[in-house]
């Protein structure tokens, strides 16, 4: 059973890293496309700059993820007004036809991944579970208490097995909140990204 659910735990905060890494080279992409369309979209370039800034500051302040201000008014305001200002530019060639189109199809999958992060940051292991997985162990660990001869061997062997299930749980609980904790997606490939934004 623990097994089952550290396995799904890690899938969940596997695909999670995977996405904010997907996102970093979304927005890169997005800031080259617009340096590509010219002159004209370097107020473009500026809102992606800032809008990432944004954002990273949205999903790691300080170091501490608040799951409620990953949807900001502030945050949504600056992603929306980067597809405004997308849809304001008027293309004169073919390719910047093409890069504006580029560009939309961009800021509209990286809004879709903001929304998937800002939903899965908050599923959380449904207490009940978890107080069902608690007493179900004890009681397992308490019948092994009871029928067992005590000597050192078989407290010491109890007091192993113990940790190492209180440390399973741990890791559950850890893998399952993946932006806060001592187990925590990285900043990193967004703020690479956004060191890269404006080049």
Same mark, same amino acid.
């Given at each position: 059973?623990?097994?089952?659910?550290?396995?799904?735990?890690?899938?969940?905060?596997?695909?999670?890293?995977?996405?904010?890494?997907?996102?970093?080279?979304?927005?890169?992409?997005?800031?080259? $496309? #617009? %340096?590509?369309?010219? !002159?004209?979209?370097?107020?473009? +370039?500026? @809102?992606?700059? /800032?809008?990432? =800034?944004? *954002?990273?500051?949205?999903?790691?302040?300080?170091?501490?993820?608040?799951?409620?201000?990953?949807?900001?008014?502030? $945050? #949504? %305001?600056?992603?929306? !007004?980067?597809?405004?200002?997308? +849809?304001? @530019?008027?293309? /004169?060639?073919? =390719?910047? *036809?093409?890069?504006?189109?580029?560009?939309?199809?961009?800021?509209?999958?990286?809004?879709?991944?903001?929304?998937?992060?800002? %939903?899965?940051?908050?599923?959380?292991?449904?207490?009940?579970?978890?107080?069902?997985?608690?007493?179900?162990?004890?009681?397992?660990?308490?019948?092994?208490?009871?029928?067992?001869?005590?000597?050192?061997?078989?407290?010491?062997?109890?007091?192993?097995?113990?940790?190492?299930?209180?440390?399973?749980?741990?890791?559950?609980?850890?893998?399952?909140?993946?932006?806060?904790?001592?187990?925590?997606?990285?900043?990193?490939?967004?703020?690479?990204?956004?060191?890269?934004?404006?080049?």
């Amino acid at each position: 059973m623990l097994g089952l659910l550290i396995g799904f735990a890690t899938d969940s905060y596997n695909q999670l890293k995977s996405e904010v890494e997907h996102s970093a080279a979304n927005v890169i992409l997005l800031d080259r $496309a #617009m %340096a590509h369309y010219g !002159a004209e979209a370097a107020g473009v +370039r500026d @809102l992606i700059h /800032r809008a990432t =800034a944004s *954002r990273i500051a949205t999903i790691w302040p300080e170091g501490k993820f608040e799951p409620l201000r990953s949807d900001s008014a502030a $945050a #949504m %305001a600056a992603a929306e !007004a980067v597809q405004e200002k997308l +849809r304001g @530019l008027s293309p /004169r060639t073919e =390719a910047q *036809r093409w890069l504006q189109s580029r560009a939309l199809s961009l800021s509209a999958e990286l809004a879709q991944t903001r929304w998937m992060l800002t %939903a899965q940051a908050d599923s959380a292991l449904p207490t009940p579970l978890l107080t069902v997985l608690v007493f179900w162990l004890s009681v397992i660990f308490l019948s092994f208490a009871l029928f067992a001869p005590r000597n050192a061997t078989v407290l010491i062997t109890l007091l192993v097995c113990a940790l190492s299930v209180s440390g399973s749980i741990f890791l559950l609980l850890e893998m399952n909140s993946p932006f806060d904790g001592l187990i925590r997606i990285s900043s990193a490939p967004m703020r690479d990204a956004l060191v890269q934004l404006g080049k």
